[in-house]
Every structure is written in structure tokens, then in C-alpha cells.
């Protein structure tokens, strides 16, 4: 994993981004999100794994698909990686 100190993030940025570019009832969720998973890699960074593994699982079966089929929907939904450099890669340094 990477030399992120866990204890010392602070989301403060990252929610801030979220509120201005997403609609409020998702920007809730999302910011939701990153401080339970946050929660969890205070506890031990690899927990992240686990925990990205547990969601697509979860959703997987909700879906009747496979963990695969789930995180092919998210890469294509997901931001490109230029605009993750640009926006959002700076709001966890």
C-alpha cells in the first residue's frame, strides 16, 4: 500500500468537491462512503481490499451477476484518468 497516513487524511477537500460537482442526495452517499472506508483503513489500510471485494460481492448477488460484470459497469462510469489527476488525486495528498 502507499504512505498514506490514514489518521492524518482529512475529506474536508474531497467533500467539498463532491457537494459542488454532484447532485446533494449523491454527494451525501458518496462522502458517506469515503469516511466509512476511511473508518476502516484507520483500523489497517489493507482493509480497502477487503472492503472493495465485500461491496462488488454484495452487489454482484443483488445484481444476479458477477463481481467482474460490477466493476466493468463502474470502470466504464468512472471518470477518466486525466480528469481523476486533474480534480480529484490532489484531495488525498
Request: proline share 2%; glycine share 2%; charged share 30%.
Given at each position: 500500500?502507499?504512505?498514506?497516513?490514514?489518521?492524518?487524511l482529512?475529506?474536508?477537500a474531497?467533500?467539498?468537491?463532491?457537494?459542488?460537482?454532484?447532485?446533494?442526495?449523491?454527494?451525501?452517499?458518496?462522502?458517506w462512503?469515503?469516511?466509512?472506508?476511511?473508518?476502516?483503513?484507520?483500523?489497517?489500510g489493507?482493509?480497502?481490499?477487503?472492503l472493495l471485494?465485500?461491496?462488488?460481492?454484495?452487489?454482484?448477488?443483488d445484481?444476479?451477476?458477477?463481481?467482474?460484470?460490477?466493476?466493468?459497469?463502474?470502470?466504464r462510469?468512472?471518470?477518466?484518468?486525466?480528469?481523476w489527476r486533474?480534480?480529484?488525486a490532489?484531495?488525498?495528498?
Amino acid at each position: 500500500m502507499s504512505d498514506i497516513d490514514w489518521h492524518e487524511l482529512d475529506l474536508s477537500a474531497l467533500a467539498s468537491e463532491l457537494r459542488a460537482t454532484l447532485p446533494a442526495a449523491e454527494a451525501e452517499k458518496m462522502i458517506w462512503a469515503f469516511e466509512h472506508a476511511l473508518s476502516a483503513a484507520r483500523i489497517d489500510g489493507d482493509l480497502l481490499r477487503y472492503l472493495l471485494a465485500a461491496a462488488a460481492s454484495l452487489l454482484a448477488s443483488d445484481e444476479e451477476s458477477s463481481p467482474r460484470a460490477v466493476f466493468e459497469t463502474f470502470f466504464r462510469r468512472s471518470v477518466s484518468d486525466e480528469e481523476w489527476r486533474e480534480r480529484y488525486a490532489g484531495l488525498f495528498a
